[in-house]
């Protein structure tokens, strides 16, 4: 899977992505990966050569990799899970540094696209903390529309949390199309 969209190329994580996987693990920052990623960076080649198409072959999922086309500076991460009868989620990250140059909202809006049109996904839905703005303004900018809230849902650093949810259908592409 490969997506070329604005600024952004959005494909599978793979052995070319190395050393910087590798440096953003020695540095201590995991914003650009996904939730599964390496613990440390001894792991990370057989990471990127085994475990994550493992994962996309075993229907756990596909983590994507987005990255600026001019730079090939990897920006975040993007991934789909949980796909059962026809639906999806979506869960995205963004490095500290790159944050707030629409790379979540592009990311979003180009891989549920794929999954609707292209994957056989009927519905792709979305989960973000109500207390993360930023991420509430990205799904609503990539067309996401918001559901409701899922009271209490997240455990995180020692306290539980709300989480917004939002939803994607093939109807909602439309309005999805132009960049916000």
Do not use: K
Request: aromatic share 4%; net charge negative; charged share 25%.
């Amino acid at each position: 899977m490969r997506i070329v969209s604005g600024e952004l190329e959005i494909r599978e994580f793979g052995t070319q992505d190395e050393d910087q996987v590798t440096a953003f693990l020695a540095a201590g920052d995991r914003t650009a990966l996904p939730p599964v990623c390496p613990a440390t960076p001894d792991e990370v080649a057989g990471w990127l050569a085994e475990t994550v198409h493992q994962h996309r072959l075993d229907g756990r999922g596909v983590h994507l990799v987005m990255v600026e086309s001019g730079s090939g500076e990897i920006v975040g991460s993007i991934g789909l899970r949980d796909a059962d009868a026809g639906s999806c989620e979506i869960g995205y990250g963004v490095r500290a540094g790159r944050r707030g140059r629409g790379y979540a909202t592009e990311a979003a809006r180009a891989v549920s696209r794929w999954a609707l049109v292209e994957g056989g996904m009927r519905r792709v839905q979305l989960h973000a903390r109500v207390d993360n703005v930023a991420s509430l303004r990205a799904a609503e900018r990539a067309g996401f529309h918001r559901e409701g809230t899922l009271r209490m849902a997240e455990w995180e650093d020692g306290e539980a949390h709300d989480l917004a949810v939002f939803s994607m259908i093939v109807t909602d592409l439309e309005t999805a199309a132009a960049p916000s």
